[in-house]
Nanobody, 117 residues
Framework: QVQLVESGGGLVQAGGSLRLSCAAS????????MGWYRQAPGKQRELVAR???????NYADSVKGRFTISRDNAKNTVYLQMNSLRPEDTAVYYC???????????WGQGTQVTVSS
């Protein structure tokens, strides 16, 4: 059974940091590109960071230089280190496996990130 479980969200002041984790099961994790998405109220879900099976990374312009995606294949886990957080980063954050830049699995419950000004 495929499952994605996100954790690590919370309430933080602007300028602060959070580290999100996503544990994946039911897939051959090491062979999959993985991505972090976010969805703010009233907005579409957007891909903010991607890491390939080989470790290459891509970022949305809005988070470049502030967010870092990484993975631990031994733990089937992908991480998102978020620094210099801004109120506009407030959203529910989700992870997913990717084919190219397209999510391929059912979504997990996500983790809420709230950045206060």
């Amino acid at each position: 059974q495929v499952q994605l479980v996100e954790s690590g969200g919370g309430l933080v002041q602007a300028g602060g940091s959070l580290r999100l984790s996503c544990a994946a099961s039911g897939i051959i994790f090491s062979r999959n590109a993985m991505g972090w998405y976010r969805q703010a109220p009233g907005k579409q879900r957007e891909l903010v960071a991607r890491i390939t099976s080989g470790g290459s990374t891509n970022y949305a312009d809005s988070v470049k230089g502030r967010f870092t995606i990484s993975r631990d294949n031994a733990k089937n886990t992908v991480y998102l280190q978020m620094n210099s957080l801004r109120p506009e980063d407030t959203a529910v954050y989700y992870c997913n496996a990717l084919t190219g830049f397209i999510a391929t699995l059912d979504w997990g419950q996500g983790t809420q990130v709230t950045v206060s000004s």
